[in-house]
């Protein structure tokens, strides 16, 4: 099964994903970082908050463009418990 969150992050695919994101949802993408224990949870969190505010179409269409699989409900639950659970405040 392909990870559609580590796809995005594929160095190779980098510059699109950017455009991508920046062109669909006018925010950009948060990278994923080694060095950063908290680049993963900022990066669920910005995915959530385009969700809701933009609703799941946007981040499909980037999916789409990318040619990644769409996350499914459960993946979705899952990363919102874990934003919840990681949440600092």
Known sequence: MVDPGDT???ADR???RQTTV???VSQRS???AVMKWNSLFL???RLLRIIKDQGEGAIRVICT???VPMFNSA???FLTEYAAA???G
Do not use: Y
Request: avoid cysteine; glycine fraction near 0%.
């Open 8 to 10: 995005l992050f594929t």
């Open 14 to 16: 980098k510059r699109l």
């Open 22 to 24: 920046n062109s669909t």
């Open 30 to 32: 948060i990278d994923k």
């Open 43 to 45: 990066a669920v969190e």
């Open 65 to 67: 463009d990318l040619k």
């Open 75 to 77: 993946e979705l639950t």
């Open 86 to 88: 990681m949440s600092p």
